[in-house]
């Protein structure tokens, strides 16, 4: 019988350390800054394309930033056909002239670009912790985007 008992013990005290350590190494790996997500492409690139662009701005000292980046991974990965992802590092001293031409006051911002139709729309700052909000604004961009779309085709016949 306390061999039993030991032999439960000693499974339940490995168990537990194991976890400790897993959460430990998964805390180490864990992204510490909006920049190490690594999320999209460049603005350089994402302007030589005919997508709009979910345009992050950021910076990396900024906690709101972290904590919406797992939305803007989720909504990568949804939108990855429809929309082209970018992260713009605001305090990039190559970033500095969009930055100004934006007019960024807070962070993080995020626009939709869109260099077809050269538009900026401005996503308001309650839908960053409401992805459902979010999407159905993305959803409806997409739709002014395909009206726009229809109606320059009918234009140039």
């Given at each position: 019988?306390?061999?039993?008992?030991?032999?439960?013990l000693g499974i339940?005290?490995?168990?537990?350390?194991?976890?400790?350590?897993?959460?430990?190494?998964?805390?180490?790996?864990?992204?510490?800054h909006p920049?190490?997500?690594?999320?999209?492409?460049?603005?350089?690139?994402a302007l030589e394309s005919d997508k709009p662009m979910l345009a992050l701005f950021y910076v990396d000292w900024c906690g709101y930033c972290m904590k919406f980046m797992p939305k803007f991974k989720a909504l990568s990965s949804i939108y990855k056909n429809k929309y082209n992802f970018v992260m713009i590092d605001v305090e990039n001293e190559n970033n500095k002239a969009l930055v100004e031409d934006v007019g960024i006051s807070g962070f993080p911002t995020v626009y939709i670009l869109d260099p077809k139709y050269d538009n900026r729309v401005l996503m308001a700052n309650n839908y960053y912790?409401?992805?459902?909000?979010?999407?159905?604004?993305?959803?409806?961009?997409?739709?002014?985007?395909?009206?726009?779309?229809?109606?320059?085709?009918t234009e140039e016949k």
């Open positions: 019988m306390k061999k039993k008992l030991l032999i439960t339940i005290i490995a168990m537990a350390v194991s976890s400790v350590v897993g959460f430990a190494v998964a805390a180490m790996n864990a992204p510490k920049s190490d997500y690594k999320i999209g492409i460049t603005y350089d690139k912790q409401n992805l459902k909000k979010f999407r159905v604004e993305l959803d409806r961009y997409l739709r002014i985007r395909k009206l726009l779309d229809k109606a320059v085709s």
